[in-house]
């Protein structure tokens, strides 16, 4: 994939963070690409995500999101965005600052099922989020991230990252993927 903005796609537990590390284990990509909003809230607030829940919050770690996105874009290097991004606003937000450095934006798609999902986030041991708002953000993704409509809004390429359900780990997806 040419460098540019990788925009990850999917509900919490669908794999995203691992498909990432196994990324940076495999030298695929620094770990200074990534940039991730969980990190970013932590970063600023210390505190575990349900403790951090407002606007105010949310507009600071997605302005210090796109900040540390636009520095790397406009240096011509690869940036990672590690967050849900399975809404067309969160998505429009990415492209349009991709889109300010004429940098091509890839869509990696993590889409388990959502049985799969569910296991996966009961393994995870999180706390800061129900199973009915795992639900709604797989809904939500069901509804408004299919491959066309990534497309439509502006993604270059589109790609779906394999999961358990195909028998992948997300060390055989990520030697799927390169990134220049």
């Known amino acids: ?3 540019g903005l990788v925009v990850l796609v999917g509900a919490p537990a669908s794999g995203k963070t691992s498909f990432v590390r196994a990324l ?9 690409a990534v940039v ?14 349900a403790e951090t829940e407002s606007d105010a919050a949310d507009a600071a770690i997605f302005a210090e ?9 406009g240096t011509g290097r690869t940036a990672v965005a590690e967050s849900t991004n399975v809404t067309p606003q969160a998505r429009l937000r990415l492209i349009a600052l991709a889109t300010r450095f004429n940098a091509p934006v ?25 199973t009915a708002q795992v639900r709604a953000y797989a809904a939500v993704m069901a509804q408004d991230a299919g491959a066309d409509q990534l497309r439509s809004e ?4 589109v790609h779906d990252v394999p999961g358990r359900r195909q028998g992948s780990t997300p060390v055989q997806a990520a030697a799927l993927f390169s990134f220049a």
């Open 106 to 130: 890839t869509v990696l798609r993590f889409d388990p099922d959502v049985t799969e999902l569910l296991r996966q986030y009961t393994e995870r041991g999180r706390t800061d989020l129900t």
């Open 65 to 73: 999101r796109d900040r540390r996105i636009a520095a790397r874009l």
């Open 24 to 32: 940076i284990e495999r030298r695929q990509i620094d770990a200074e």
């Open 36 to 49: 991730s909003s969980d990190e970013i809230r932590a970063e600023l607030f210390g505190s575990p995500p």
């Open 154 to 157: 502006g993604a270059t390429t």
């Open 1 to 3: 994939m040419p460098a």
